[in-house]
């Protein structure tokens, strides 16, 4: 049988495209590259997932572990470069450790050099709530010389806005044997310091319960709320001796870290008193006022050149004048009058008012002060105004300093402050 060639279809070329599809439509591989993509994603999710799990167990390790505990001592010495030094005998960083010849210096010259003999410590994190509890921590002799520090505030101290801590808080057993603080060329020994203390995150309480001074054994136990006004409440005590004679000190605290009032008795060597100390510890003036009431005070048993005497002392203590007026000024109606000149746009003519005005102030205070130190026998002081040529020369001054200040809202000055 003869098949005609004519009849059977010709032979398609590699790559030609079939029959019945036009030319040029060949499907592009997006599933190979999809494929490609997701498969390089989930590589390295899974080798971040290991790092971040290794970098889990090595933390977990060393905090759990005696041996990873030694291994990040040995690390945190070395990566310091000479300020960390000591011996780990044993423990782990998340129960307690104990560690033996700790010295820690400054490398940047400023003379900062502490060594401890001897740390050992016990403690636990617990949750549900979240508790740091230390059972005990005993410290040995601390030999620290403390250098000077380059950051100096001559300012008052700002009042912290919170003092709540992120978790509770329980010391239960905290003792230093001796303290050697070197400053210059004198040693001041503490020793025999035990303490104590817990916190709930908010009221937090701490006592000492022993430390031995160079003048006697100090006792002590405060509670504080930590937040504003923070007020607290607490009780401090002493006994010493002088001149080989007992003497005893016990207080009271009350009030607030913004306004503290103390109330302190003494007894010994025959003399009683009783002072009352009103302070604000954050303000502009930090005493406020001092009651002194003390009886059967001999000045021999202080001063052993001094005569014996039997005295009574009342005695109540106030900030200076020069304080207290330069405090007042800037809370008084002054203020606000001046403030009103500067808004009312007066322009440098208002600014040399402020100016003349601001220059009086200083004037009385400085003859206040020449008026205190000048006080005759009487007690009675006379104030005497400089001589223009001693006084600095100022532009817009003005020649006298009046006794009442022009406009509305100025301050009043009395007549004895600006009389010749």
């Avoid at 940047?108 to 549900?128: F, P």
């Avoid at 709930?200 to 001074?213: F, K, N, V």
């Avoid at 930590?226 to 080989?244: E, Q, T």
Wanted: proline share 7%.
């Amino acid at each position: 049988m003869t098949t005609d060639v004519s009849t059977q279809p010709p032979v398609q070329p590699p790559g030609a495209n079939p029959p019945g599809e036009p030319p040029g439509q060949q499907p592009p591989p997006r599933r190979r590259l999809g494929w490609l993509l997701l498969k390089t994603v989930a590589w390295m999710v899974a080798v971040l997932t290991l790092l971040l799990a290794l970098a889990v167990g090595l933390l977990y390790g060393a905090l759990t572990t005696e041996r990873g505990t030694a291994y990040a001592w040995q690390a945190a010495v070395k990566l310091l470069g000479g300020k960390l030094s000591g011996t780990l005998e044993r423990g782990s960083l998340a129960h307690g450790v104990e560690l033996r010849q700790v010295r820690w210096r400054s490398l940047d010259g400023s003379g900062t050099d502490i060594q401890i003999d001897r740390v050992t410590g016990r403690w636990a994190l617990a949750r549900e709530p979240w508790r740091f509890t230390i059972d005990y921590l005993h410290i040995g002799t601390v030999d620290a010389r403390i250098g000077s520090s380059s950051s100096s505030s001559s300012g008052p101290m700002k009042l912290p806005q919170d003092l709540r801590l992120p978790m509770q808080l329980d010391v239960r057993d905290v003792q230093v044997d001796k303290l050697l603080l070197h400053q210059g060329a004198s040693t001041t020994e503490f020793s025999r310091f035990v303490f104590h203390g817990r916190s709930d995150g908010r009221h937090h309480e701490a006592a000492i319960e022993r430390l031995d001074t160079p003048f006697g054994a100090v006792t002590a136990a405060a509670k504080l709320d930590g937040v504003r006004p923070f007020p607290l409440s607490g009780d401090i005590g002493y006994s010493g001796k002088v001149n080989d004679e007992a003497v005893q000190v016990g207080g009271h605290l009350s009030g607030s870290l913004e306004n503290l009032i103390a109330e302190l008795d003494a007894s010994g060597m025959k003399l009683t008193g009783h002072a009352r100390v009103e302070a604000t510890p954050f303000g502009d003036v930090p005493l406020q006022r001092a009651t002194l009431t003390f009886d059967h005070i001999n000045p021999q048993a202080f001063a052993p050149g001094a005569p014996m005497a039997d005295l009574a002392v009342r005695a109540e203590l106030q900030p200076q004048l020069e304080e207290r007026l330069a405090v007042q000024a800037r809370e008084s109606n002054a203020v606000d009058g001046v403030r009103r000149r500067i808004g009312g746009g007066r322009g440098k003519r208002g600014v040399g008012r402020i100016r003349r005005r601001a220059v009086c102030l200083v004037g009385v205070t400085h003859r206040l002060r020449r008026a205190l130190r000048s006080s005759d026998s009487t007690g009675k002081a006379s104030v005497r105004r400089a001589k223009p040529s001693a006084r600095r020369a100022l532009p817009g001054r003005s020649a006298a300093c009046p006794t009442r200040a022009p406009g509305r809202g100025a301050a009043r000055l009395p007549a004895w402050a600006s009389a010749p």
